[in-house]
């Protein structure tokens, strides 16, 4: 049997950087990253997106995890019209990349690596060593063979989908409501502007989401929807997928040279208030740390992960890993990413309460920096002024307010 002060489930963003920040605290303390993946970064499940900000938390990126630099973003409303939102123009002056996940993953955990952590890949771990309310460890397989390991300190960053946390009797699932379905296809024949990446809405192709077309350079780009679930067989992402693509034809070459195929669920709210337990966190898209207005959460994944190692490694320092040493992370990640992600969730379902109509009058109503300030929770008050203008959305206001 394996002993380490602490095992990650799961060499993501969130797990690599957790695995990264509690080496440079104390590199004496023995981490071991678990990934189910036989490959770290594969299969991508992800619009590969990031603002180049998230720098200031991962150091520089290197070029070969980069597939476009992108300026900006431009919004579609359901009449096609846009708003040009050139981050390079604005304050701090940074745009953002596309990035190659295959690579960006591997190069995250390497860093994490470098530091003196380990990383197995092929590892699934099924459940948790719970002895007398504590988590003690973790059981699984690896490739083939069972494992049994043991830690002072488990941290579950598996993202979305998994199950893991909900052994640890923390409520880690997600309301059905406020999960996002995803498709998303790698296409050549790519017509979008590169510079900026595109992002349509409109009930006819995403339902309280949105389509986008992120590029890649040479044509290649990643294009797909993220639509709120139905039981409906006709109202499925693929199905969203081609109407999408018909309808904005004039994007593509018409060629249909797909060259892979991903699909997910993405969590758009349900932030949790806490996130240890005796001997356990969990952090990054396990915990919901998802923007929920774009979905986006490698960001999220990186600075929940930063901040988890933070604590974790403090509470290895004064030898209490139980639910009280490791309770702060639930009040410092909620000051540094919730309640800004909160006043996000809120715009969210305002937005969602839009029709098409409405959508195409806030093309007249917005300016691009509304956008960028909207996307990071900031500035609602813009829009609930703009709301209380229309009688039959005054009530959206409220929320805002």
């Given at each position: ?7 990650i ?16 605290k ?68 940074r745009?953002?990349?596309v ?22 890949c092929?590892?699934?771990?099924t ?37 893991l946390?909900?052994q ?45 077309i992120f590029?890649?350079?040479?044509g ?5 929807v ?43 709210g ?28 490698i ?37 540094v ?26 093309v ?38």
């Amino acid at each position: 049997m394996d002993e380490f002060d602490v095992i990650i489930v799961g060499a993501g963003p969130a797990g690599a950087s957790c695995a990264r920040q509690i080496m440079e605290k104390n590199p004496s303390l023995s981490v071991m990253m678990f990934d189910r993946r036989e490959e770290l970064g594969v299969p991508v499940r992800c619009g590969e997106g990031l603002e180049q900000a998230a720098e200031d938390y991962t150091g520089p990126i290197p070029k070969r995890a980069i597939c476009k630099y992108i300026k900006g973003a431009r919004v579609y409303a359901p009449d096609g019209r846009f708003l040009e939102a050139d981050m390079t123009k604005m304050a701090g002056g940074r745009g953002g990349y596309v990035l190659d996940r295959k690579v960006f993953d591997k190069w995250l955990a390497f860093e994490a690596v470098k530091k003196g952590a380990t990383v197995q890949c092929d590892t699934l771990i099924t459940d948790l060593i719970v002895e007398n309310g504590w988590i003690r460890g973790v059981r699984g397989i690896n490739m083939g063979k069972e494992i049994v390991a043991r830690a002072k300190v488990v941290v579950c960053s598996t993202g979305a989908e998994s199950r893991l946390g909900m052994q640890s009797g923390l409520k880690t699932f997600c309301k059905a409501q406020l999960v996002d379905t995803c498709v998303e296809y790698e296409m050549t024949g790519s017509l979008a502007d590169e510079e900026f990446i595109h992002l349509m809405l409109g009930s006819d192709i995403a339902p309280r989401g949105y389509a986008w077309i992120f590029p890649k350079g040479d044509g290649i780009a990643n294009v797909g929807v993220g639509v709120i679930p139905s039981p409906d067989p006709m109202k499925t992402a693929l199905i969203y997928q081609e109407k999408f693509l018909k309808k904005y034809a004039q994007f593509f070459d018409g060629k249909r040279n797909i060259m892979e195929i991903k699909g997910g669920i993405v969590p758009v709210g349900d932030l949790m208030k806490d996130m240890v337990t005796n001997g356990f966190l969990v952090c990054g898209e396990a915990a919901h740390h998802v923007n929920p207005i774009h979905g986006g959460g490698i960001k999220e994944a990186i600075v929940s992960g930063q901040l988890a190692g933070d604590v974790v490694a403090g509470a290895l320092g004064k030898n209490d890993f139980s639910k009280q040493g490791l309770s702060s992370f639930n009040p410092l990640w909620w000051e540094v990413r919730g309640n800004h992600l909160r006043n996000v969730e809120k715009l969210r379902e305002v937005f969602e309460k839009f029709s098409d109509k409405d959508l195409n009058d806030l093309v007249d109503a917005l300016t691009p920096e509304d956008l960028i300030d909207f996307s990071r929770g900031q500035k609602l008050g813009t829009l609930a002024k703009i709301l209380l203008r229309k009688p039959s959305l005054m009530f959206l206001a409220k929320k805002l307010l």
